[in-house]
């Protein structure tokens, strides 16, 4: 029996071996197709990438019909160069460096020589192509952008690079991708499926017909389309109002945490990034290192938030039981808060309450409210986290998770934070006061104080921001419909809540007040320094504000960010007024606010950072080609000088 079964197994497992192999080799074909089988050839048929609507069903973003030059290198043949390179207006060098980088990728597999023709540029060398061996066109789409506005948001199209080609086995040398904005976040939606077309060559490397009568062909499948949050609008208006100015515009629903609008300034035209021009025009944009207008200071920029965030330290306060709606302090334009220590308040009445300090915007009386915070107990270290465990409820101190591929995380300081700072202990209330009037070692990036007031005008709870709306036939990321509850009781919201709308009665913003329309806000002012040279210079303060409308069932929550604006009430508190009376109503009415906005230039305090006058060069010290080959960078963080008075915080 043993002599028989070893023989019968060999036979058996000899005879399915060459069973598998005869399958593989002469009835399956997709090996073939996988290899590179130079009996077949693959083109591929690029879908049209899905469209881009804003939340009301407005196209923004469609596509147009490019062609690429794709170059197989082994089967190129001798050519008139001259005569080529003409056609594509390109050098001879050029002709050479592209060559070149086609042979490395795959002599044998195609590649991108040049990308994104126009019509025209097609149909001259479509004349001539038969001339050039090796050399075929690839259609694809590339983006038709139907308005002028919201690049940020959008991103833009661009090749793959050869890293990615190498991880990722989607894409292949030359194909395009999504890279910021929804463009990166959406892209797996957005590009849809590629096609493939096998053909059978000859002995003598010509097409013969499809491979297989097309029996493994596919057809490219389009993208899906997306509907954003964004109100189309509301959006073109941030942008036009932050004309000549820096900063960013954030709003959000509270409702549902949808993201309304997003403005950056300054921005461009995102049309510029699309066709031969698209690389040229990029570069102009990466160095501009003075003005970035690819960086998106709507999500990335940190600032100190200033007043705006003593709403959150009156709400601690009212959680930690250190005061009530009828808690007084007495501000004598500004208080004492140890030897040599004063922190300086704006004249106003001397009698403060929760009420009047918030439309007041009393540094005073939340400095008191954060120390009492502080001071209840024994432990400063534990009574800092507690503190900044409230507000991280808010969404602050960490990536909120929206559906953008960049942000930054902001800062709320704890304990850790004040043990590097201060190795040797002796820290206190008094030491860290400042981040009471949200200067100090807070940071908040202007989404996060967008948020902040969608939290507040729902009395505590907050969706994570998003601005996606709706993708046909598929339903929105559960993360984005998940209610998040701060550690703040709903109770403590309605006073503070009523402070914020006499902000726009009796307060700070009085002036800015819109007829019809209770708004509830929040004036604020940042000090502003720039490191220049090596030397800190003060430049003019940042303008902020916050707010939401109306006060009951609240419709937009919104933060306005104004670099060297000055007073919170000067620039981003009209242009908050004006962007909530253009979503609410679609019209204006403060015709006086909007004339004096429009027609506001900032561009000779931004002028400063590119180029100082002679005087200040000179106490400066600093050569005028430094001061050229140097970038600028901002520094926003501010701490309360033991020595000098604090200026005030409105």
Not at 45 to 58: A, C, L, M, Q, S
Request: with cysteine.
């Amino acid at each position: 029996m043993r002599k028989v079964l070893l023989p019968s197994l060999i036979i058996i497992a000899t005879s399915l071996l060459l069973i598998r192999i005869f399958y593989l080799q002469v009835i399956d074909d997709t090996l073939k197709l996988k290899s590179e089988n130079n009996a077949i050839k693959k083109k591929y048929e690029y879908p049209e990438r899905g469209y881009i609507y804003d939340r009301k069903g407005k196209l923004l973003v469609a596509n147009q019909a490019s062609y690429d030059i794709m170059v197989i290198p082994r089967e190129v043949k001798k050519l008139d160069t001259l005569e080529f390179c003409q056609l594509l207006h390109m050098t001879k060098e050029d002709f050479i460096k592209k060559m070149e980088k086609s042979k490395v990728y795959s002599p044998r597999l195609p590649s991108v020589f040049l990308s994104q023709l126009n019509k025209s540029e097609f149909a001259a060398f479509q004349e001539k192509i038969r001339k050039y061996e090796g050399f075929y066109f690839q259609k694809r789409s590339l983006r038709d952008y139907e308005v002028n506005f919201g690049a940020n948001i959008f991103g833009f199209i661009t090749q793959v690079n050869e890293k990615l080609v190498s991880k990722n086995p989607y894409y292949n040398s030359g194909d395009l991708i999504g890279r910021q904005g929804v463009e990166e976040s959406y892209e797996n939606l957005l590009r849809g499926v590629k096609g493939i077309k096998y053909f059978q060559k000859d002995k003598f490397n010509r097409e013969i017909g499809s491979y297989k009568d097309g029996k493994y062909d596919t057809i490219a499948v389009q993208g899906e389309d997306i509907n954003l949050s964004i109100d189309a609008q509301l959006q073109k208006y941030g942008e036009e109002l932050m004309i000549n100015k820096r900063g960013g515009i954030v709003a959000i629903e509270p409702s549902s945490g949808e993201i309304l609008a997003l403005v950056t300034a300054p921005s461009f035209d995102p049309g510029i990034l699309v066709g031969r021009q698209r690389s040229k025009n990029y570069t102009a944009l990466y160095h501009d290192s003075i003005a970035k207008p690819l960086y998106d200071r709507g999500l990335l920029a940190e600032y100190p938030p200033g007043s705006p965030f003593k709403i959150l330290t009156g709400l601690v306060g009212l959680q930690e039981g250190v005061i009530n709606e009828n808690t007084t302090f007495f501000c004598n334009n500004g208080f004492s808060y140890g030897r040599g220590r004063f922190m300086k308040c704006h004249p106003h009445s001397p009698s403060q309450q929760l009420h009047n300090g918030i439309y007041n915007s009393c540094n005073t009386y939340f400095a008191q409210t954060y120390m009492l915070t502080i001071n209840k107990y024994n432990n400063p270290a534990k009574a800092v986290d507690i503190w900044s465990n409230h507000l991280k409820s808010f969404g602050l101190g960490q990536f909120m998770g929206y559906d953008l591929p960049t942000g930054k995380k902001g800062k709320i300081p704890d304990s850790k934070t004040y043990k590097r700072m201060y190795p040797n202990g002796g820290w206190r209330s008094t030491t860290i006061v400042s981040n009471a009037i949200g200067q100090g070692e807070v940071v908040m990036t202007p989404i996060q104080l967008a948020n902040m007031m969608a939290t507040i005008a729902n009395e505590g709870y907050y969706y994570t921001p998003h601005i996606i709306k709706k993708i046909e036939g598929h339903a929105i990321d559960k993360s984005f419909t998940t209610k998040h509850v701060t550690t703040i009781d709903k109770k403590y919201f309605k006073p503070v809540i009523s402070g914020l709308f006499d902000v726009y009665n009796v307060g700070t913003a009085r002036s800015l007040k819109v007829e019809g329309i209770d708004i509830c806000g929040k004036t604020g002012t940042a000090e502003n320094f720039a490191k220049i040279g090596g030397v800190r210079v003060k430049l003019e303060d940042h303008s902020i504000f916050v707010a939401f409308a109306p006060k009951d069932n609240p419709k937009i929550a919104i933060a306005v960010m104004v670099e060297n604006g000055g007073y919170g009430a000067a620039i981003a508190g009209p242009i908050a007024s004006l962007m909530i009376e253009k979503y609410l109503r679609q019209k204006i009415t403060r015709t006086d606010l909007e004339t004096r906005i429009l027609a506001t230039s900032l561009q000779s305090r931004y002028a400063k950072l590119g180029g100082l006058s002679d005087k200040v060069k000179s106490q400066l010290r600093v050569s005028d080609s430094i001061l050229k080959s140097k970038t600028i960078i901002p520094t926003f963080k501010v701490k309360i000088d033991s020595t000098k008075e604090q200026k005030p915080v409105i």
